[in-house]
């Protein structure tokens, strides 16, 4: 008989743990667990979520899950600076041969491009523009520099290579002037 006491209890308790329960405060916050400011406690997502990252694609960091912009890092400033040059050229209509010399690297116009002065060991007024297309390839476009070796020379047929480590740089090119080609290519160590 005393369990049927209980019995008449029961609607009571199930009301009452319903009220109870519905009386549980919804807490904002972000409620995603890959966010930077996920907040465990969090029972609504509020939209404030976020992720801290480079979200510049032009970045060697890049994160296209970042919401939050954080310091990018870029190729250019990995590159910048003196490089020792050793550099072979076959040369048709003048003559070929081979030299050592410093070049150095600077920011082009843009992030994904860079500028190497004393290109071909020409002096520091001539300006190589190149573009860098992957984190280890660059494109060197046609165009005109002009240095010390006597006029101005059209710089063709160009690419370059980086090591993994951005430390070394290996630049194959074809320049010609007034009859003269050289075919060369040039490997480069950061000082």
Do not use: H
């Amino acid at each position: 008989m005393k369990n049927r006491n209980i019995f008449k209890f029961l609607p009571v308790i199930l009301a009452a743990s319903l009220f109870f329960d519905s009386c549980k405060r919804e807490v904002p916050g972000c409620t995603n667990i890959f966010s930077d400011n996920y907040n465990s406690s969090a029972t609504v997502d509020d939209g404030s979520c976020y992720k801290y990252g480079c979200t510049d694609p032009e970045a060697e960091n890049y994160d296209p899950k970042a919401t939050q912009n954080a310091e990018c890092v870029y190729l250019w400033q990995q590159l910048q600076g003196n490089w020792q040059t050793s550099d072979t050229y076959t040369a048709y209509g003048c003559t070929g041969g081979s030299k050592n010399y410093i070049c150095t690297v600077s920011k082009g116009d843009g992030n994904r491009q860079i500028k190497i002065s004393n290109f071909a060991g020409m002096g520091t007024e001539a300006v190589l523009t190149c573009n860098i297309t992957t984190s280890l390839y660059i494109q060197i476009p046609d165009q005109s520099i002009s240095g010390i070796m006597a006029g101005t020379w059209t710089v063709t047929v160009s690419y370059g290579v980086l090591n993994l480590e951005k430390t070394g740089m290996s630049i194959s090119y074809r320049i010609e002037k007034s009859g003269c080609t050289l075919y060369g290519s040039a490997s480069l160590t950061k000082m």
